[in-house]
């Protein structure tokens, strides 16, 4: 045995890691989630259906090739601490390895096999700098692990930091969103199907203004998958 293993059973003895689903001590063998949370997640299956909900969210204020959903999102629920896990608990694994699981349905499943390069939404500096990682970067680095398909981290860039905007009426919340992302490198997406990668899916008005701004800079095609959408 490694000398590493060894010292992490030995860890894990005295401080026995939780599943970030469900809080029971994990079993031998298992990371991060436990094998009861993987068997009863919601999965959505919305790759499977062109027309899901993710999709539907965004007819008639962008063009997306397609859209999905991994997981369904609910109050005080398994994909709900997980989340909160993933975000607020510091445990960036967690974005690999869902980004890996669902990539591997992915890659089954066109269009989105057929993307040329995946963009993680981006966080605003100040943010990232307070969390220490982009979570969308995560993700989408675990559905390149999955799907072979390169990911271009540094492509899209947020420079306003967006705060609550329910004060101001729809028109300027969409101006506003707009001018919070900028392309940094047009090269990479000119011509090219991209597939956007986010964590949780709400009222979809990130997914919208960095869809709007990828077309807008070259993109032939965007699409987009989120880990989670919120019902
Ligand atoms: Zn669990």
Redesign the pocket.
Known sequence: MMVKQYLNDLVSLFFPQT??????PLAYGEQL??T??WFHLPYTYAHLDSENASARQFWGRVKLEAAASYLYFKEAS?VQQIIYHFKYKSRPELGLILGERYGELLKESPPFNRADVIVPVPLHPAKLRKRGYNQSALFAEGLCRAMQIPVAALCLARVKATRSQTQVNRYARHENMLEAFEIRDPEIIGGKHVLLADDVLTTGATIEACASVLLDAGAAKVSAVTIAKAL
């Open positions: 599943c970030a689903g469900c809080d029971v989630i436990c009861a949370c398994r």
